[in-house]
């Protein structure tokens, strides 16, 4: 099964406003990512957060992990048309490799 | 402009044939990964490579194959095997296979199985 389960799985917005997505995951971890898709190309990262760190920014985007509750929120304010895209989580395992697992993912939408 | 190219970028195959991805980068990243993504699911990793002529099987490796003779390419074989090919093939590398580390993706391959 995915470590990382995103919620909602889709959301519709209206320019302007701030669209929050979560991600849950099973077995601890030692980062978390988050990726940008748009329909029909590659991923794109976005950002990465670290076990001992709780929250980050980039630009408008701000993540937030709460390892007691082995979850994670992207946070993008002040929506555009353009961030229209499918969103994904990617959790790390253990062992000597990057394993990283992608969530399902949320497909954001954002009206002009 | 450096980056990570995928091609083609649709591919049509009938049943019963041997099909073969091309990705190929030139960021100088020790580590490539193949994925299969299939509608309204994540990635899931086919196979992935941390050195040139090493690999190892990720989760759903059965029915296919890879290569890494060079450090640029990593070529992915979708064989007969394969009980359901139809789906969108992601390449990426990484700097280095280490945890923590970010993925840069290619734009895809879209396989039709006819």
């Known amino acids: 099964s995915q470590q990382g389960e995103e919620d909602p799985q889709a959301l519709s917005i209206q320019e302007g406003e701030n669209a929050t997505m979560n991600c849950s995951y099973k077995?601890?971890?030692?980062?978390l990512q988050w990726y940008r898709q748009n329909s029909g190309r590659g991923l794109v990262h976005l950002i990465l957060?670290?076990?001992?760190?709780r929250e980050k920014h980039s630009g408008r985007l701000r993540v937030t992990l709460d390892t007691s509750k082995k979850s994670s929120s992207l946070l993008i304010t002040a929506s555009r048309a353009a961030d229209t895209a499918s969103y994904f989580c990617a959790t790390d395992s253990s062992g000597g490799y990057q394993k990283v697992t992608f969530g399902t993912g949320t497909k954001l939408q954002v009206i002009p | 402009d450096g980056g990570i190219t995928q091609s083609p970028k649709y591919l049509f195959r009938k049943e019963g044939q041997n099909v073969t991805l091309s990705c190929e980068q030139n960021l100088n990243h020790d580590a490539m990964y193949w994925y299969r993504q299939d509608p309204g699911q994540g990635l899931r990793l086919i196979y992935y490579s941390q050195i040139v002529n090493d690999f190892q099987k990720g989760d759903i490796a059965e029915g296919y194959s890879v290569s890494r003779e060079k450090k640029e390419s990593f070529p992915l074989t979708v064989t007969s095997a394969q009980k359901n090919p139809t789906a969108f093939y992601l390449c990426?590398?990484?700097?280095?296979?280490?945890?923590?580390?970010?993925?840069?993706f290619g734009p895809g391959t879209r396989l039709t199985v006819l």
């Open positions: 077995t601890s971890i030692n980062n």
């Open positions: 957060i670290r076990s001992n760190e």
């Open positions: 990426a590398s990484s700097i280095e296979g280490t945890r923590g580390n970010e993925q840069f």
